[in-house]
C-alpha cells in the first residue's frame, strides 16, 4: 500500500492546543471555571504539509474559525455577529469572507473537545477564536504555515 498526499511525513500532523487551563485549578468533578482559562494558541504557529491536518485541542469556550491563505486578523469584521445557541454566553463572530472553516458552537459542547482540520493547499492560514471578546481583547489567533 503506497502512502498518499503528506500522510507519511513528519510534518503531516501538529498538534495546537486552543485554550490552556491554568495552574493551579481544581476541575473535580466537572468544573470549567472561566476565569482559569487562558485564551491563547499553542504553538501560536503551527507548520505541517499540504495534505496534512492540524488537531486542536480545544479547552475552554472557545469557537475555531479557518480563514484562506493570506487572511491577517485585521481583515476580520468583527461587526458580524451570530449569537450562540445556547444563551447566555458571549456572541460569536461570524465573518464569512474567506473563512474555510468554521467549528461547533460551543455553547453546546462540553468544554474539552477535539477537531481535526485538513489542509489540501500550501499557505499560511490565520486561526481564530470567534467567541467575541477572546478575538477582540484578548487577541486569541494563530497561523497554519502549511508547506508544499
Ligand atoms: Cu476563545
Redesign the pocket.
Given at each position: 500500500m503506497s502512502p498518499k498526499n503528506a500522510s507519511n511525513s513528519p510534518l503531516s500532523n501538529a498538534t495546537v492546543s486552543?485554550?490552556e487551563w491554568m495552574t493551579p485549578v481544581d476541575r473535580f468533578p466537572n468544573v470549567s471555571p472561566a476565569t482559569a482559562n487562558h485564551?491563547e494558541l499553542i504553538p501560536n504557529v503551527a507548520t505541517i504539509k499540504a495534505g496534512g491536518t492540524v488537531n486542536f485541542i480545544v479547552a475552554?469556550?472557545?469557537?475555531i474559525n479557518v480563514y484562506d491563505d493570506g487572511t491577517q486578523p485585521e481583515d476580520i469584521n468583527t461587526s458580524l455577529t451570530v449569537p450562540p445557541t445556547a444563551v447566555p454566553a458571549p456572541l460569536l463572530i461570524n465573518d464569512p469572507n474567506r473563512r474555510i472553516y468554521r467549528g461547533l458552537d460551543p455553547s453546546l459542547q462540553p468544554r474539552d473537545r477535539v477537531e481535526v482540520v485538513h489542509f489540501a493547499k500550501p499557505g499560511t492560514y490565520l486561526v481564530i477564536?470567534?467567541?467575541f471578546p477572546?478575538?477582540v481583547n484578548?487577541r486569541?489567533f494563530g497561523f497554519v504555515r502549511v508547506l508544499p
Open positions: 486552543f485554550g485564551h475552554g469556550f472557545h469557537i477564536c470567534g467567541v477572546h478575538f484578548d486569541m
